[in-house]
C-alpha cells in the first residue's frame, strides 16, 4: 500500500478582508475623482469664451493681451477694469484685488473666474506674464 498523499490545502481570504479591500479602494477613487473635479478649470481664449455654452455655470481661466487705453483703476476699493483681447475678439473685464507690478496695457495676462455672458468678466484671479528679457542667440 501507497501512502495517501496529502493535498496542500489553501488559505482562504476571509469575506471581510475583500469587502475591506474594494471599499478602501473605492473611497480612494472618488476622493482622487472629487478633488480632481473640484480643482478643474478650463483655459480658453477670448474667442473661445465666447463661443463656449458651458462656461457660465463654471469658472473659467481666460488668456488674452491687455488694450491700450482700456485701464480704469479704482484704488480705494481695489477695483480695476479693463479690456482684453485675442487678437479676434476683445472681453471687459472686472477685477478687485492686488493687482500685479507688471500688469500695464499690451501685456499677457490670465483671468481666473466667472462670466455671465453679458457684462464683464467677474475675474477673482489676475495673473501678468512676464515679458521674456532673455534672448537666445546660436553662434555656427
Known amino acids: 500500500m501507497q501512502p495517501a498523499l496529502t493535498v496542500p490545502t489553501r488559505k482562504r481570504i476571509p469575506w471581510s478582508f475583500v469587502l475591506a479591500g474594494i471599499a478602501i479602494f473605492g473611497a480612494i477613487f472618488y476622493l482622487i475623482y472629487a478633488n480632481t473635479q473640484a480643482n478643474a478649470v478650463y483655459y480658453l481664449t477670448v474667442s473661445e469664451l465666447r463661443h463656449c455654452t458651458i462656461c457660465t455655470v463654471q469658472s473659467v481661466r481666460v488668456a488674452g493681451v491687455v488694450q491700450d487705453g482700456s485701464i480704469v483703476r479704482d484704488d480705494q476699493r481695489q477695483l480695476i477694469s479693463f479690456v482684453m483681447n485675442d487678437g479676434k475678439q476683445s472681453l471687459p473685464v472686472a477685477y478687485t484685488g492686488v493687482v500685479p507690478d507688471i500688469f500695464r496695457p499690451g501685456i499677457q495676462v490670465v483671468v481666473e473666474g466667472h462670466y455671465s455672458g453679458q457684462g464683464p468678466f467677474q475675474a477673482q484671479t489676475l495673473l501678468a506674464k512676464c ?7 546660436t553662434t555656427h
Open 131 to 137: 515679458p521674456s528679457k532673455f534672448t537666445t542667440s
